[in-house]
């Protein structure tokens, strides 16, 4: 795929994985839309460093002052910049989700909506070609979609991290972006959970930004089978007790860590 650096809104910054950049069919394995065929897009850079991020090589730069929870797991090393990132041109972008032949388009990351100029170009080019096509993004909900970039997605999969992810809440709380998304429609909100206790914290988001338990889904932080197994035991319960949606990570049931899937 051509890497340029023309405009900004002209290339969008990918993570690359195995050589390429980082587009891929599969099945969307969490939230609203859990088993949906869908094509990713998954962009690179994030504004937040969750401590148990698991696309870690989109922001865990060598150099980075941000800690993770592998930096002290024997052979894990910070990721080089320049091996992981990739910067695309919007045709080839383009190109390369249309030949999957599906309508269903996730942008993920990374953080996608540190990349909206771009994006917009994305959606526009691809509903050039076909009125059918579905846009998704998934967010951490700390930045506000422009006017354009609203006009183009159909679902926010908003994600707000909590104090387990280790970023401050100053970081992670912007109360202009959740006001947003708490009164937009399109909006479902994905907490991922480790403890019982985070539940308080989740609690009192959603009271203060009036979300519905009807808008939120919990699933549990884990990136092996074996954890999500042991917390979905009460995260169930938390979800009947409250009226919330609960999910599985069906992407972790089937492939575990693996990138690209
Ligand atoms: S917001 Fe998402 S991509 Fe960014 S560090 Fe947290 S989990 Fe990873």
């Given at each position: 795929m051509t890497q340029r650096s023309t405009s900004r809104t002209d290339v969008l910054k990918l993570a690359r994985l195995r050589g390429e950049p980082e587009i891929f069919y599969s099945?969307?394995?969490?939230?609203?839309?859990?088993?949906i065929p869908s094509v990713f897009v998954r962009t690179t850079l994030c504004n937040l460093h969750c401590?148990?991020?698991?696309?870690?090589?989109?922001?865990?730069?060598?150099?980075?002052r941000f800690s993770h929870k592998?930096?002290?797991?024997?052979g894990y090393r910070k990721f080089s910049k320049k091996e992981w990132m990739v910067e695309c041109n919007i045709d080839a972008v383009a190109a390369a989700v249309a030949d999957f032949a599906c309508a269903n388009v996730i942008l993920t990351g990374?953080?996608?909506?540190?990349?909206q100029a771009a994006l917009v170009r994305l959606m526009e080019q691809l509903c050039a070609q076909s009125k059918d096509y579905h846009f998704e993004v998934e967010t951490n909900g700390t930045l506000l979609p422009s006017p354009a970039f609203d006009q183009q997605i159909h679902q926010y999969n908003v994600s707000p991290k909590l104090e387990n992810s280790g970023n401050p809440q100053k970081l992670r709380e912007k109360s202009g972006p959740l006001r947003f998304f708490a009164r937009s429609p399109k909006a479902n909100f994905n907490f991922v959970v480790a403890?019982?206790?985070d539940l308080e914290e989740i609690l009192s988001m959603l009271q203060q930004y009036a979300i519905p338990p009807d808008r939120v889904w919990l699933m549990p932080e884990g990136s092996t089978p074996a954890v999500l197994n042991k917390r979905r035991k009460w995260l169930v319960e938390i979800c009947k007790k409250h009226g919330f949606r609960y999910s599985d990570r069906i992407h972790v049931q089937i492939w575990g860590a693996k990138k690209g899937v």
């Amino acid at each position: 795929m051509t890497q340029r650096s023309t405009s900004r809104t002209d290339v969008l910054k990918l993570a690359r994985l195995r050589g390429e950049p980082e587009i891929f069919y599969s099945i969307q394995g969490e939230g609203k839309s859990i088993g949906i065929p869908s094509v990713f897009v998954r962009t690179t850079l994030c504004n937040l460093h969750c401590i148990w991020c698991d696309t870690d090589y989109t922001w865990n730069w060598e150099g980075t002052r941000f800690s993770h929870k592998n930096d002290d797991k024997p052979g894990y090393r910070k990721f080089s910049k320049k091996e992981w990132m990739v910067e695309c041109n919007i045709d080839a972008v383009a190109a390369a989700v249309a030949d999957f032949a599906c309508a269903n388009v996730i942008l993920t990351g990374g953080e996608p909506m540190l990349q909206q100029a771009a994006l917009v170009r994305l959606m526009e080019q691809l509903c050039a070609q076909s009125k059918d096509y579905h846009f998704e993004v998934e967010t951490n909900g700390t930045l506000l979609p422009s006017p354009a970039f609203d006009q183009q997605i159909h679902q926010y999969n908003v994600s707000p991290k909590l104090e387990n992810s280790g970023n401050p809440q100053k970081l992670r709380e912007k109360s202009g972006p959740l006001r947003f998304f708490a009164r937009s429609p399109k909006a479902n909100f994905n907490f991922v959970v480790a403890e019982p206790s985070d539940l308080e914290e989740i609690l009192s988001m959603l009271q203060q930004y009036a979300i519905p338990p009807d808008r939120v889904w919990l699933m549990p932080e884990g990136s092996t089978p074996a954890v999500l197994n042991k917390r979905r035991k009460w995260l169930v319960e938390i979800c009947k007790k409250h009226g919330f949606r609960y999910s599985d990570r069906i992407h972790v049931q089937i492939w575990g860590a693996k990138k690209g899937v």
